[in-house]
Nanobody, 122 residues
Framework: QVQLVESGGGLVQAGGSLRLSCAAS????????MGWFRQAPGKERESVAG????????YSADSVKGRFTISRDNAKNTVYLQMNNLKPEDTAVYYC???????????????WGKGTLVTVSS
């Protein structure tokens, strides 16, 4: 049974930082593209960042480029999202995603975590 378990969310002031973690089990982690999505209240789920199998290639949405960094540790079956200079508009539930062929489009995702809430106060 595949499980993706996010942690690290919370309340932070604007300009602050958080690091999200996603621990994966039940799958061959290094064989999956990993990604982070977010969903704000009343909005659609959107891709934030993605990282390919060995971590050599990453993707970041324009809205977070230069502020968020995705990384992975295949030895620990964990993917991270370092979020710096957070803004109130970053407030959302953040979801970890795993996909055999990709993890930056909703249609590519095979497995989802349950999400972790990030709230950024102004």
């Amino acid at each position: 049974q595949v499980q993706l378990v996010e942690s690290g969310g919370g309340l932070v002031q604007a300009g602050g930082s958080l690091r999200l973690s996603c621990a994966a089990s039940g799958l061959t982690f290094s064989s999956y593209v990993m990604g982070w999505f977010r969903q704000a209240p009343g909005k659609e789920r959107e891709s934030v960042a993605g990282i390919r199998y060995s971590g050599g290639s990453t993707y970041s949405a324009d809205s977070v480029k230069g502020r968020f960094t995705i990384s992975r540790d295949n030895a620990k079956n964990t993917v991270y999202l370092q979020m710096n200079n957070l803004k109130p508009e970053d407030t959302a539930v953040y979801y970890c995603a795993a996909g055999w062929s990709g993890a930056t489009k909703l249609s590519d995702v095979d497995y989802w975590g349950k999400g972790t809430l990030v709230t950024v106060s102004s």
